[in-house]
């Protein structure tokens, strides 16, 4: 969830230009596709794959991402949606997120856990994601699928699939769904 | 009016906005499904201290309240009122202010006196206070916890969402409060969120069991209880509080099961989809029929249950919370 990402500014204080695209929807459809594949590589097969999507921006491209896999691999590869909001590490600084459902029905012990999330920015909601996923079990491995880093990390976190790599600078915001991915700058106000 | 209880104290629900309410309700159903989970905990209150003060008896509300700090990884200070030093005399001030010095963010209390919790909140305005029934006055997690259970069931019915829903399954939803008016705070509460969220309340008491303030509630007083049971969606029972002398508001508890308690008899008048709720703990055979409770339509136990995730909800949204905008 990029937008919580966002450094400690008060969100009413942001006025955006208006945004670029930078990836179509046909970018970020072959992105996916390649994506599913680099994850099936990696773990020899999608048998043990679980893709955790992060609410709420993660969502759709789990979704996607999890009905590729089941293309290519035949195999139908279980899939859930986590809300970090009660793991963040900034709850006393930033403002209680809106929380949203967690549906992971699975023991995620000795699976290949993928979570997926939009825009990996500073790294925060990652951590809180890894805090929030020992809760379903201890994983063989957690990998890390995003559509963009944005770069900016905090944390020593580092994908392992990326949809595309757009250095940004921290007066710059990036909306991305499956209709493809937007830049915008902030004006000063 | 409160517009969020987020960074605040929750005293009353008189002046809780609607949509204060729907985001208790919507954060509580999140906490629902940390409930199921194989580890009920969260890490969102990790090195928060809430302090639990219950100056009388409680089993439910203190039990879920503990229970919701715990799952949400806050530290509980529990004071047995019975054997501390408020035995010895104590004011609640100093009481209040000994428990401040060992450095605490939340107070969950419960106190005979209506006010109490207003009070305290003065004592320590850097604490949130989270009332869990004062006197005749409030009890505003009861009156949510009840409103959830409400939209629940509804939401579960037609196979909806209950988040999704908001407020909207209230919209003129006919709910009809008996039974000990005048001493209960749950019925202040629960009236306070029924109506805010857009239900039709009425209310049906023997007259000496009605607050003799009743003309300015938000409410209609029934003629009878009879026709009024095939009025309701949703039918709510209230405790005859003996312990304040509600015994000598009616003339025998006999004639109160027979004029105002839910006996099997009358529960035949109900809707077939009539909604049972009570509060706890119940007097069986005295406002209630122990068959009658224990019918597929009272969901009492669920009442029960859902203590822990509202009060996990108050609990984050108050002490977690800060007054600024919401992120998405």
């Given at each position: 969830?990029?937008?919580?990402?966002?450094?400690?500014t008060?969100?009413?204080?942001?006025?955006?230009?208006?945004?670029n695209?930078?990836?179509?929807?046909?970018?970020?459809a072959?992105?996916?596709k390649?994506?599913?594949?680099?994850?099936?590589?990696?773990?020899?097969?999608?048998?043990?794959?679980?893709?955790?999507?992060?609410?709420?921006?993660?969502?759709?491209?789990?979704?996607?991402?999890?009905?590729?896999?089941?293309?290519?691999?035949?195999v139908k590869?279980p899939f859930?949606?986590l809300?970090v909001?009660?793991?963040?590490?900034?709850l006393?600084?930033?403002?209680?997120?809106?929380?949203?459902a967690?549906t992971?029905?699975?023991?995620?012990t000795?699976?290949?856990?993928?979570?997926?999330?939009?825009v990996?920015?500073?790294?925060?909601?990652?951590?809180?994601?890894l805090?929030?996923?020992?809760?379903?079990?201890?994983?063989?491995?957690v990998?890390?699928?995003?559509?963009?880093?944005?770069?900016?990390?905090?944390l020593?976190?580092?994908?392992?699939?990326?949809?595309?790599n757009?250095?940004?600078?921290?007066?710059?915001?990036?909306?991305?769904n499956?209709?493809?991915?937007?830049?915008?700058?902030?004006?000063?106000? | 009016?409160?517009?969020?209880?987020?960074?605040?104290n929750?005293?009353?629900?008189?002046?809780?906005?609607r949509?204060?309410?729907v985001?208790?309700?919507?954060?509580?159903?999140?906490?629902?499904?940390?409930?199921r989970?194989?580890?009920k905990?969260?890490?969102?209150l990790?090195?928060?201290?809430?302090a639990?003060l219950?100056?009388?008896e409680?089993?439910?509300?203190?039990?879920?309240?503990?229970?919701?700090a715990?799952?949400?990884?806050a530290?509980v200070?529990?004071?047995?009122?019975a054997?501390?030093?408020?035995?010895?005399?104590?004011?609640?001030?100093?009481?209040?202010?000994?428990?401040d010095?060992?450095?605490?963010d939340?107070v969950?209390?419960?106190?005979?006196?209506?006010?109490?919790a207003?009070q305290?909140?003065r004592?320590?305005?850097?604490?949130?206070?989270?009332n869990?029934?004062?006197?005749?006055?409030?009890?505003?997690t009861?009156g949510?916890?009840d409103?959830?259970?409400i939209?629940?069931?509804?939401?579960e019915?037609m196979?909806?969402s209950?988040?999704?829903?908001?407020?909207?399954?209230?919209?003129?939803l006919?709910?009809?409060?008996?039974?000990?008016i005048?001493?209960?705070?749950?019925?202040?509460?629960?009236?306070?969120?029924?109506?805010?969220?857009?239900?039709?309340?009425?209310?049906?008491?023997?007259?000496t069991?009605?607050?003799?303030?009743?003309?300015?509630?938000?409410?209609?007083?029934?003629d009878?209880?009879?026709?009024?049971l095939?009025?309701?969606?949703?039918?709510?029972l209230?405790?005859?509080?003996?312990?304040?002398?509600?015994?000598?508001?009616?003339?025998?508890l006999?004639?109160?099961?027979?004029?105002f308690?839910?006996t099997?008899?009358r529960?035949?008048?109900?809707?077939?989809?009539?909604?049972?709720m009570?509060?706890?703990?119940?007097n069986?055979g005295?406002?209630?029929d122990?068959?009658v409770?224990?019918?597929?339509?009272?969901?009492?136990?669920r009442?029960v249950a859902?203590?822990?995730?509202?009060?996990m909800?108050?609990?984050?949204?108050?002490v977690?919370?800060?007054k600024?905008?919401?992120v998405?």
């Amino acid at each position: 969830m990029s937008s919580n990402d966002k450094p400690q500014t008060p969100r009413n204080d942001l006025a955006f230009s208006s945004k670029n695209q930078l990836l179509s929807h046909d970018d970020v459809a072959r992105a996916l596709k390649r994506m599913a594949h680099e994850i099936v590589e990696r773990n020899h097969s999608a048998e043990k794959v679980s893709i955790i999507g992060l609410q709420t921006g993660g969502e759709p491209f789990a979704t996607k991402l999890a009905d590729i896999l089941d293309e290519i691999s035949g195999v139908k590869v279980p899939f859930g949606l986590l809300d970090v909001s009660f793991y963040r590490d900034d709850l006393s600084r930033n403002p209680v997120p809106r929380s949203a459902a967690t549906t992971i029905d699975h023991d995620l012990t000795d699976r290949a856990v993928v979570l997926v999330d939009d825009v990996l920015f500073t790294g925060r909601t990652i951590r809180a994601a890894l805090n929030a996923l020992s809760d379903w079990g201890r994983p063989r491995s957690v990998q890390l699928a995003v559509m963009v880093d944005r770069g900016h990390r905090e944390l020593p976190i580092r994908p392992d699939y990326v949809g595309k790599n757009l250095p940004t600078s921290l007066d710059e915001a990036i909306t991305a769904n499956l209709d493809g991915v937007w830049i915008s700058k902030r004006e000063p106000s | 009016m409160i517009q969020t209880i987020r960074g605040q104290n929750l005293l009353s629900l008189d002046n809780v906005s609607r949509e204060a309410i729907v985001e208790v309700l919507d954060t509580a159903e999140s906490f629902v499904e940390v409930n199921r989970r194989s580890i009920k905990k969260v890490p969102a209150l990790k090195g928060r201290v809430v302090a639990s003060l219950f100056f009388e008896e409680s089993t439910r509300t203190r039990l879920s309240f503990e229970t919701a700090a715990k799952r949400l990884s806050a530290d509980v200070l529990s004071l047995a009122v019975a054997s501390s030093s408020v035995k010895k005399g104590e004011s609640l001030r100093d009481t209040i202010a000994t428990i401040d010095a060992l450095g605490i963010d939340a107070v969950v209390m419960r106190h005979q006196s209506s006010g109490a919790a207003l009070q305290v909140s003065r004592y320590v305005p850097h604490v949130h206070v989270i009332n869990a029934g004062d006197g005749l006055h409030q009890h505003p997690t009861q009156g949510l916890l009840d409103a959830f259970t409400i939209r629940q069931v509804l939401a579960e019915r037609m196979g909806a969402s209950g988040v999704e829903s908001g407020s909207e399954l209230f919209h003129g939803l006919r709910i009809l409060i008996v039974g000990d008016i005048r001493h209960s705070r749950v019925a202040r509460s629960d009236i306070a969120a029924y109506v805010t969220l857009g239900a039709q309340v009425r209310v049906a008491a023997p007259g000496t069991l009605l607050p003799t303030d009743i003309e300015n509630w938000p409410v209609t007083v029934v003629d009878s209880f009879d026709e009024a049971l095939e009025w309701a969606d949703v039918v709510g029972l209230l405790r005859l509080q003996r312990e304040r002398g509600s015994g000598s508001f009616v003339p025998s508890l006999g004639e109160f099961t027979q004029t105002f308690g839910l006996t099997v008899e009358r529960a035949k008048k109900l809707r077939p989809s009539a909604i049972i709720m009570h509060p706890g703990p119940m007097n069986r055979g005295v406002e209630i029929d122990s068959r009658v409770a224990d019918l597929p339509e009272a969901v009492i136990e669920r009442q029960v249950a859902n203590g822990v995730p509202i009060r996990m909800a108050v609990l984050y949204l108050t002490v977690a919370g800060s007054k600024e905008e919401v992120v998405s």
